[in-house]
């Protein structure tokens, strides 16, 4: 049988590799591909906007990397008088390395209820919060801080956009493949990959064991049907290697 993962380039394609080296057949289909955000341009007057002890939270790899060239291109720089966060440890890593200064970040799983739980975001009324994030993301975190009197702006870096396939060859595909584990990463790959798949397919598509990252992507599976999920203790490729090891 064979693990079908979703996951962007390249870490999709990475986390192939790394099944396949265990000896675990595996193919990749990434649902979304990535394009510089329509707020992008307003970055260096965001953080112009920043005070002293105001926070900035990169939500991914991807934001980093879209906000390090932005800034290059102008020459602006990072504010020095700030606090840095980011949801998972590559992602901070990666921040790290472009603003040379340590980067809070949550222990353990990577998702935003344990981001919230960090002690810069215990007090953070009256206190600007600005989100980099892609298009539609992070919304309960921002919810959150708002709750706890933070002033929040989302700064949309990147865009994803789903991969336009045929449903019906895709379904063909993964049969012929004999695909029976399936990888989401995301509520939104999960909800295309559902809509993807013709209806009159989608017994066997529910039927498939299904890998996911977190409580809330767990429960959204539920919803739409599906009877087999388990939850990866993280969402880095190592930790979804090892729940696949399980499976």
């Known amino acids: 049988m064979t693990i079908l993962v979703t996951r962007p380039s390249p ?30 341009k307003n970055l260096p007057d965001y953080l112009n906007n920043l005070r002293q002890d105001d926070l900035l939270i990169v939500a991914s790899q991807h934001a980093v990397y879209y906000a390090r060239d932005k800034l290059l291109e102008g020459c602006h720089i990072w504010p020095d008088n700030i606090d840095y966060l980011a949801i998972g440890e590559k992602t901070a890593g990666e921040l790290e390395k472009v603003i040379n200064r340590p980067v809070a970040r949550p222990e353990g799983r990577e998702i935003s209820e344990q981001l919230l739980k960090l002690p810069q975001l215990q007090h953070v009324a009256g206190k600007r919060v600005l989100i980099l994030r892609g298009n539609g993301g992070r919304p309960f975190l921002a919810e959150q801080l708002q709750k ?6 989302f700064c949309e870096c990147y865009q994803r956009h789903p991969i336009p396939y045929d449903g019906e060859k895709l379904y063909h595909h993964w049969q012929q493949m004999n695909v029976n584990t399936l990888v989401i990463t ?62």
């Open 11 to 40: 870490a999709g394609e990475e986390l192939v590799e790394q099944l396949i080296a265990q000896g675990i057949s595996a193919c990749h289909t990434p649902l979304i591909s990535f394009a510089p955000g329509d707020e992008l």
């Open 148 to 153: 706890r009197g933070a002033e929040v702006t």
């Open 186 to 247: 995301s509520g939104e790959m999960l909800q295309q990959l559902y809509e993807l798949v013709p209806e009159r397919y989608r017994s066997w598509l529910l039927s498939c064991q299904l890998l996911v990252v977190s409580e809330r992507l767990a429960a959204l599976a539920n919803t739409l049907g599906w009877m087999h999920c388990q939850i990866a203790d993280n969402a880095d490729n190592d930790a979804l290697l090892r729940a696949l090891q399980q499976i």
